[in-house]
């Protein structure tokens, strides 16, 4: 069974970084693409920033030029820098990886996500 474990949030003040990480544990085919969603309170889960194993990159227009989304795809790790973080940037942060499985005579792919963590930016 596949694991996703972030890392990483915590409370930094308005225009400081943080660097989240992410985790894939257990047994899949390939990856075919990593990324991280945030959701605020009160508000629905949006997509920050997504890496696919072909080399595409996708960020939300709110985080362009200040997030960096990067992968270790040696260790199934994905990273994302959060830099010049705002008040608004407050959200819980969730990992979720885009998988192939293979089974006996056929390939199947499934999401997964992380539990999440929290990122505060406050002063």
């Known amino acids: 069974q596949v694991q996703l474990v972030e890392s990483g949030g915590g409370l930094v003040q308005p225009g400081g970084s943080l660097r989240l990480s992410c985790a894939i544990s257990g047994s899949f085919f390939s990856i075919n693409a990593m990324g991280w969603y945030r959701q605020a309170p009160g508000k629905q889960r949006e997509l920050v920033a997504t890496?696919?194993?072909?080399?595409?990159?996708n960020y939300a227009d709110s985080v362009k030029g200040r997030f960096t989304i990067s992968r270790d795809n040696a260790e199934n790790m994905v990273y994302l820098q959060m830099n010049s973080l705002k008040p608004e940037d407050t959200a819980v942060y969730y990992c979720y990886a885009d998988l192939t499985y293979q089974a006996r005579s056929y390939y199947y792919t499934d999401v997964s996500w992380g539990l999440g963590t929290q990122v505060t930016v406050s002063s």
């Open positions: 890496d696919t194993t072909g080399g595409s990159t």
